[in-house]
């Protein structure tokens, strides 16, 4: 029996990194929709549409032009339609300010962008396999920073 496709939202305004995502969840061998947004004014308008389809986690960029990373994440929690959706910090950042403020903001994990494929690759391998329900309740700061 098919499980369903695991439905992926991907917010980043860097074209090459939309790619190298896409490239790589590809190579995963897990059913996945991968749709992509430019920025958080996309990100949004895309999340509120009426009718659409919400996605199973969203990967958000910090730094993104018109509305960045940040915002979009205080407003997804919010908004009582999205409140519970999961969100993955992907980030070039590895500032602990940044980590700090995307913690208490809500955010389910934090992904510093590798730029090794093969990383990339085991580490979007765990986020699209983890069970958020359960591991969101288990959230600390020493979890919350994915690494591999």
């Known amino acids: 029996m098919q499980k369903e496709a695991v ?6 305004d860097d074209e090459d990194d939309r790619l190298f995502f896409k490239d790589a ?3 995963l061998g897990i059913s996945t929709r991968i749709n ?5 004014v996309e990100l949004m308008d895309y ?8 996605p199973h986690v969203v990967f958000l960029d910090l730094n993104m032009p018109r509305k960045g990373g940040m915002e979009c994440l205080a407003e997804i929690r919010s908004h009582s339609m999205l409140q519970s ?15 700090e403020d995307t913690f208490l903001k809500g955010a389910n994990i934090y992904i510093n962008k590798p730029s090794d494929f093969e990383r990339l ?28």
Request: net charge negative; with cysteine; aromatic share 8%.
């Open 7 to 12: 439905n992926i939202l991907l917010a980043d």
């Open 25 to 27: 969840i590809s190579q």
């Open 36 to 40: 992509t947004v430019n920025d958080g």
């Open 47 to 54: 999340l509120l549409r009426p009718g659409s389809t919400l």
């Open 85 to 99: 959706l999961s969100v993955a910090i992907y980030s070039t950042s590895s500032s602990d300010e940044d980590i």
């Open 121 to 148: 690759k085991e580490v979007l391998n765990k986020v699209i396999c983890t069970n958020w329900q359960y591991y969101t309740s288990n959230l600390n700061r020493e979890n919350f920073l994915m690494s591999v």
